[in-house]
């Protein structure tokens, strides 16, 4: 399953709302996609997984939605810290797992 | 607490081979498998494999199959990946993330922090 992500980079304000898209090439069985986060230097970290269950210690303004080919990352109002590249990942049905390409989401 | 610790950045020349290990602690180690993923500078995000020593299986990515070798030491509840014939498009930060046990699929909720593997002549 090919996914892919959009756009590639958004310039957002701190403050504003993000809304990041990821589309699949194939329906993603069970919904099973998950959104990281990941920040220079480090590796990525789990946000949210089956396409809108928060991870543990997540904060509630990040939050899922989506089924079949189309999901999208909704961060409601960004923080400083939030600045940073997002990626979906795909684990529905059989190996392997795939990731989209990410986006940037750089301070405007 | 769930760790994942990784060897050390490592320096390789072309069509050498280099080995990462991934020491877990905190759960048991044969309930779950690893999975490895890299990343090239500037890039996203790629599986390469899956390993577990719950029946010693492993499953790798096609465009790994050949080159790459996933193990795990159940005596030290540690992972190795060996990536063989390096080139230089293997530059990448090598992480490794707890996976299932089995080959069914899951979301990565735990990441070793990342091994820079370096391949220049």
């Known amino acids: 399953i090919v996914l892919t992500q959009s756009p590639g980079t958004l310039s957002l304000s701190p403050g504003e709302r993000a809304t990041l898209s990821c589309r699949a090439s194939q329906s993603v069985s069970g919904s099973y996609l998950a959104w990281y986060q990941q920040k220079p230097g480090q590796a990525p970290r789990l946000l949210i997984y089956a396409a809108s269950n928060r991870a543990a210690g997540i904060p509630d303004r990040f939050s899922g939605s989506g089924s079949g080919t189309d999901f999208t990352l909704t961060i409601s109002r960004l923080e400083p810290e939030d600045f940073a590249v997002y990626y979906c990942q795909q684990y529905g049905g059989s190996l392997p797992y795939t990731f989209g390409q990410g986006t940037k989401l750089d301070i405007k | 607490q769930v760790q994942l610790v990784q060897s050390g950045g490592e320096v390789k020349k072309p069509g050498a081979s280099v080995k990462v290990s991934c020491k877990t602690s905190?759960?048991?180690?044969?309930?779950?498998?690893i999975s490895w993923v890299r990343q090239a500078p500037g890039q996203g995000l790629e599986w390469m494999g899956w390993s577990t020593s719950y029946n010693t299986n492993t499953h790798s990515a096609q465009n790994f199959q050949g080159r790459v070798t996933m193990t795990t030491d159940t005596s030290t509840s540690t992972g190795y990946m060996e990536l063989r014939s390096l080139r230089s498009d293997d530059t990448a930060v090598y992480y490794c993330?707890?996976?299932?046990?089995?080959?069914?699929?899951?979301?990565?909720?735990?990441w070793g922090q990342g091994t820079l593997v370096t391949v220049s002549s």
């Open positions: 993330v707890r996976d299932l046990a089995v080959p069914n699929m899951i979301f990565f909720d735990y």
């Open positions: 905190g759960y048991t180690f044969t309930d779950f498998g």
